[in-house]
Every structure is written in structure tokens, then in C-alpha cells.
């Protein structure tokens, strides 16, 4: 039996809901969460507030006038100025059309700094005229000098990330050949076989060298 192929995610048809909190109060739940998962905030000295709501308020004075720049530069300053707040996002950030509001994460913000916040930025100013991740916005946000680079992975969505494997699909296998590792829900997984080893040694028929084995530590 091969390893089942890997089901595309569902997207959610309801809408995501965005608490507005100040900067304040999102800096007291991004210690928190650090806290939770037992990450060490020592690093970013964020028992420091005023230091974190000065450097932050010139991030958001930052943003303002780059979007007034972009606006009258690109667009003959035929868009309106958008709301922009930082939010509790793990990464990047949004734009929400209705509310007409950007939102960039104050975690990726503490932890990489003001060049991955222009980033996002742009890449939400380009959603504010294309929502979708369209060859249109990627054009636009070329245009205004995005990169297009995915958004950093940082310490709060890596824990995320960890404890979500480790709790949904605690199993983890590893096949003997390729010595690829592979997480599954239960350990009907050491039935399977490595679908790409069986692929490239065996025409796709089920091998049982290419079984799964018990991954190490």
C-alpha cells in the first residue's frame, strides 16, 4: 500500500473575524504567547514598553507616509488612505477591503524588523487595487518595489507549527531508502510504503523495501 497522496486544505467559507487591539495590549498577548509555547523573550527586551510603543509608533508613521509616496507616485493619488494597525497574526499581515484597514504582524515586526515590515506592507498595498495573488498583483506590487518573498517563519509560528504535528499527527515514519521522514495520524502509517521511491525503483507498484519504518527520536 502506498502513502496516500496529501489532501489540498479547505478553505474556510466563513469570514475571519480581526480584533483591532492597541499596540499595547498586542504586546502583552505576544509575551503571553511566547510564554505558552516556553519561548525565551530575553532577546527582544519586550518588558521594555516604552521602548516597543516609540519604535513601533515610527513603524506606523513609516507606513503612512510611504503609502501617501506610493499612492502619488503610482496612482495620482486616486486611492484613499488606508487604516494600518499591526495585529496579532503570527506573520505577514492583511488588508480587509470593508474596513479598508492593513494589518501587519507585530511578531514578525519584533522579530525581523522594519525591512520585513515594508514588505508586507507593499504586498497589503498592492491587495488594497487586486485581493487575489493574481500575474495583476504581482505586476502592481512590482511596480511599487515588493519582492513578492513569502513572509518569515517566525519563532511563535514555528512552535505553532510544531505542536500542531505533534498533536494532529503524532506518528512519525521514515522511509529506509530516501531516509525521508513522513508525520501521519496513526500507525497504519508502517503499512505504507514511500510512494516516490516506489515510483522511481519500481513502476509505482507497492515495494516492500520502500516500507515505512519508525522514525528515530
Not at 514598553?49 to 508613521?61: N, Q, S, V, Y
Request: net charge positive.
Amino acid at each position: 500500500m502506498h502513502a496516500p497522496r496529501k489532501q489540498g486544505k479547505k478553505k474556510s467559507v466563513t469570514g475571519r473575524r480581526y480584533s483591532e487591539r492597541s499596540t499595547l495590549e498586542l504586546i502583552a498577548a505576544y509575551r503571553r504567547a511566547l510564554s505558552r509555547f516556553g519561548i525565551e523573550e530575553t532577546e527582544f527586551d519586550l518588558e521594555n514598553e516604552f521602548f516597543w510603543l516609540f519604535r513601533l509608533d515610527r513603524f506606523i508613521a513609516l507606513a503612512y507616509r510611504t503609502f501617501d509616496s506610493i499612492n502619488r507616485e503610482h496612482f495620482q493619488s486616486s486611492l484613499s488612505r488606508p487604516t494600518i494597525i499591526f495585529c496579532n497574526r503570527s506573520s505577514g499581515g492583511y488588508y480587509h477591503k470593508s474596513r479598508h484597514t492593513i494589518g501587519i504582524s507585530l511578531a514578525m515586526t519584533v522579530e525581523y524588523g522594519e525591512a520585513e515590515f515594508m514588505e508586507t506592507l507593499l504586498h497589503e498595498i498592492a491587495h488594497i487595487l487586486v485581493q487575489s495573488h493574481s500575474p495583476a498583483f504581482y505586476n502592481i506590487l512590482g511596480r511599487i518595489g515588493g519582492s513578492g518573498r513569502k513572509a518569515p517563519t517566525t519563532l511563535l509560528l514555528r512552535r505553532k507549527r510544531e505542536r500542531f504535528l505533534t498533536e494532529r499527527y503524532p506518528i512519525r515514519v521514515r522511509c529506509p531508502e530516501c531516509k525521508k521522514e513522513y508525520r501521519y495520524r496513526t500507525r497504519r502509517a508502517l503499512s505504507y510504503a514511500c510512494r516516490p521511491c516506489c515510483e522511481r525503483f519500481s513502476g509505482g507498484r507497492f515495494d516492500v523495501r520502500f516500507r515505512f519504518v519508525p522514525a528515530e527520536g
